[in-house]
């Protein structure tokens, strides 16, 4: 009986988000480097709905609700910070990822990019 219950309920339709990205980035560049330097532990995963458009970033820093941009080439998302910094994250079709960070700390600009992939 628990058996076609469980068939059952794997018809039944779901409300959670539709689809997730892991990203893992690898390398990254700021400013200080002269250049791309190795990256280790720098993951963060998406989930979002593209149809309802809602967006959240789980990472070190906890979860964030961020903003979907999406288009037949890829996906952004960003998280707009309590400075007024922006972070975003690109996504191409093949899984080649992006993240850019613009933070603001005490007045002063620190930005970083990072690469890797999302799958």
């Known amino acids: 009986m628990l058996k076609y219950a469980l068939i059952l309920i794997s018809f039944l339709p779901s409300y959670g988000f539709a689809e997730t990205l892991v990203c893992e ?32 970033m789980e990472g070190n820093g906890g979860i964030s609700s961020v903003l979907l941009v999406n288009s037949y080439e890829g996906l952004s998302f960003l998280e707009i910070l309590s400075t007024g910094a922006v972070q975003s994250t690109t996504v191409a079709m093949n899984g080649v990822a992006v993240h850019s960070r613009h933070s603001l700390i005490l007045g002063d600009l620190v930005p970083s990019q990072y690469y890797g992939i999302c799958r």
């Open 25 to 56: 980035f690898s390398r990254y560049h700021s400013p200080d480097e002269a250049r791309l330097q190795t990256a280790t532990g720098f993951e963060m995963t998406f989930r979002y709905d593209p149809i309802t458009r809602e967006a959240f």
